[in-house]
């Protein structure tokens, strides 16, 4: 569910003609819709109410500061996965203790400030890094708690570059080193190892894998218990479906129903750390189509939006629903999907202007008949599309602007030529 919609054949970010942002920033430009992020939080806070939960939006997905804040308003906590973003989450206005820091290149510097700074939890990815946070906490004279990140080597069936809980990945340790790991580090009165973390992927569609993940920690955690050490909370991480089409992932109180059972009563505090299914369909990538053209039996649209911009359809074959702003009537949408033909629709590949063949946004797409300066919207680019932004070809990044209720506010402007050379100078 989320707050675009088209109304009398024009589309709306909850009540702002988003034509009327296209006029007053220009394209192309991310839009956000505040309402969507915060019912997405809600919902999730309201499906594990049930057990002791902290929320951890995660900021890698979407982190400008103003979203931020109102999701810490809302009572988020944050996952960073690094200096920069622990700075953006404290900008934010956010509570330390309610900050969780995962990543496995942590720096010293980055380590030492989150230290300094009294985040809720390390997560650990390796006895190297554990040792080291052990060492920096006491030249800093700082105590903190860590969860360590195992891998439950379940199959997450999502892309090969978004499936992180095998045991082939860079990330966590197995099972069998974990109570090694612990028995070995879990006395350590600066760094108290009093939690377990599992981040399975991004992209699932499923419950199945995480209900099979906490099946396999459960037993691990009731062994480390029988052994001594104190564990008092499990990170179940992110990953969970963000609705890219219409209806086709589990929603939060699915995966709650699923998961509730299994933890209620097991005297462990729940952290989540949702990434995309809190932000991906709050926010849309508005451009404008710059040029059409034909060529080797093949219809190419040419917008102002590249991969630059949102590099996910060129990085992971991502899936965005396109689709103009201003329809004729009768192409107006009633879903979301990969397969929505209606009749008097031609297909497309919808392309940006970046130099590289990798540079486009939809590939043999059915879109209604467009014309040079016509508007169209990528949808569900909330998460990992801003974020992920570059300033390839000398492109100065877009702007991000935030819809609450029929007011929008730039949040971040547009980079100019001169914010390209200036630290150059
Ligand atoms: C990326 C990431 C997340 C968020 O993933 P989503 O798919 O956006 O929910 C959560 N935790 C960790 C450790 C991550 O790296």
Aim: net charge neutral.
């Amino acid at each position: 569910m989320d707050f675009f919609h088209y109304r009398q054949s024009k589309l709306y970010a909850e009540d702002v003609a988003v034509e009327a942002i296209a006029a007053a920033v220009g394209t192309p430009v991310y839009i956000y819709s505040k309402a969507t992020f915060l019912d997405h939080l809600r919902k999730i806070q309201k499906a594990y109410s049930r057990l002791d939960t902290m929320v951890c939006f995660s900021v890698k997905a979407c982190g400008n500061i103003h979203i931020l804040r109102f999701l810490a308003g809302a009572g988020s906590g944050f996952d960073v996965v690094s200096g920069g973003e622990l700075y953006r989450a404290m900008q934010a206005g956010a509570g330390p203790e309610t900050i969780v820091y995962a990543g496995v290149g942590k720096t010293d510097v980055e380590m030492t400030e989150a230290l300094r700074a009294g985040i809720g939890y390390f997560n650990i990815e390796s006895e190297a890094e554990l040792e080291n946070l052990i060492g920096l906490a006491g030249q800093a004279g700082c105590r903190t708690r860590a969860a360590l990140r195992v891998n439950p080597d379940v199959d997450y069936r999502t892309h090969k570059y978004t499936a992180t809980g095998r045991k082939q990945t860079k990330f966590g340790v197995d099972i069998e080193r974990a109570l090694k790991v612990f028995d070995t580090y879990g006395a350590n009165p600066d760094v108290r190892l009093c939690a377990v973390h599992v981040h399975l992927g991004s992209g699932g569609k499923t419950i199945d894998p995480y209900v099979d993940a906490v099946k396999k920690i459960l037993p691990v955690i009731a062994e480390l218990r029988r052994r001594g050490h104190a564990i008092e909370a499990l990170d179940l991480g992110g990953g969970y479906g963000a609705d890219y089409v219409s209806d086709s992932v589990p929603s939060a109180e699915d995966y709650a129903a699923g998961l509730i059972p299994l933890l209620e009563g097991k005297g462990l505090r729940l952290i989540l750390e949702p990434g995309k299914s809190i932000c991906a369909n709050a926010g849309i990538l508005l451009m404008r189509v710059l040029y059409t053209k034909t060529g080797g039996g093949k219809k190419f649209v040419i917008v102002d939006a590249g991969m630059n911009d949102l590099i996910r359809p060129s990085l992971y074959q991502a899936f965005h629903f396109i689709w103009p702003v201003a329809p004729a009537e009768r192409f107006v949408p009633d879903r979301r999907d990969e397969n929505l033909s209606i009749p008097g629709t031609e297909v497309v590949d919808v392309v940006g202007p970046i130099c590289e063949g990798a540079d486009f946004l939809a590939k043999d797409r059915a879109l209604p008949p467009l014309a040079r300066g016509d508007l169209l919207a990528a949808f569900t680019a909330g998460a990992y599309g801003f974020t992920m932004a570059s300033n390839y070809n000398a492109r100065g990044r877009t702007p991000e602007v935030l819809a609450d209720g029929d007011v929008f506010t730039v949040i971040r402007r547009r980079e100019t030529y001169e914010d390209l050379v200036s630290l150059e100078r």
